[in-house]
């Protein structure tokens, strides 16, 4: 099974050994064969066709009849890990700049392959084998890829940086405490990736009310609370450009962007600190 798309991002360590991310079947008859591929069959294909539909219908809801935003940059390389748990939005590929010490204690036996072959997006998919989990971590990464593609390599790399620092020298706890230097690009970030896994999870599993991230330091509900009055994830994406680095600026560009729900803004941003 090939896994290759127009859209422009591909899966898998083998893209660089293949033209596209390939799964093999097994010696089958030349007339034909028909696979039903399930979490209890296998796992590594399931794993794979899940983050092909999930990064494909991030792309097709990147762009609504009330505007867009940004898709990923083209040929983004998205790896799937199914030993480790974090994920990440690196885009190493597209430039982006990492302290070497700080991601070989990250990545422990796997820095070798990120240093040799640069990958933009990294699933740690370690206990996520079902449709819905793995679907949440992929739209994730990718509305973190969105953000990037407006913000550039310096924002990204400072955000990157930050964030594994903080893993590592909080033991574990991804995002620090927000005390840290350049916490507040990890907030803005954070908070619009969490809220945009919350809104696609919401509306592939309709019956749901999820919402994510709300146990962090920061608060994605404020987007949630701008949502339900109006302000739509198109709006809120325009606001999340290169000066905007922390809580303070991106409330400052939200009442700038949108005069007229200048009230709601002030409303959401005092009601979670």
Known sequence: MVFKNKKGFAIGLNTILFPASVSTLGTKSPSGVSVEVTQNSNKAMFRRCV???????????CSTEAGSITTPPSDLRIWIFKD?????????????????????????????????FLPDVTLGLKGKNDYAS??????????????YAQVGNDWW??????????????????????QEKNAGYCEVAEMWAYYVEGK????????????FGTSYWFYPQIFWYLDDRGLTRIKIYGALVETVKDRDSLQKKLVSLYSGSKTNILLAFNRYK
């Open 200 to 211: 696609l999870y919401r509306e592939r599993y309709p019956d749901t009310d999820v919402v």
């Open 134 to 147: 793995i679907f949440a971590s992929t739209v994730h990464e990718l509305a973190h890829a969105s953000h």
């Open 84 to 116: 480790m748990k974090a994920s990440s939005c690196v885009m190493m590929k597209h430039g982006v700049g990492v302290d070497g010490s700080l991601l070989e204690e990250f990545l422990g036996d796997y820095y070798f392959l990120f240093k040799k």
């Open 157 to 178: 790399s400072t955000l990157e940086n930050y964030i594994i620092k903080s893993f590592i020298k909080s033991g574990g706890e991804t995002y620090g405490t927000g």
């Open 51 to 61: 983050v092909n539909n999930a990064a494909w219908e991030y792309y097709e809801k």
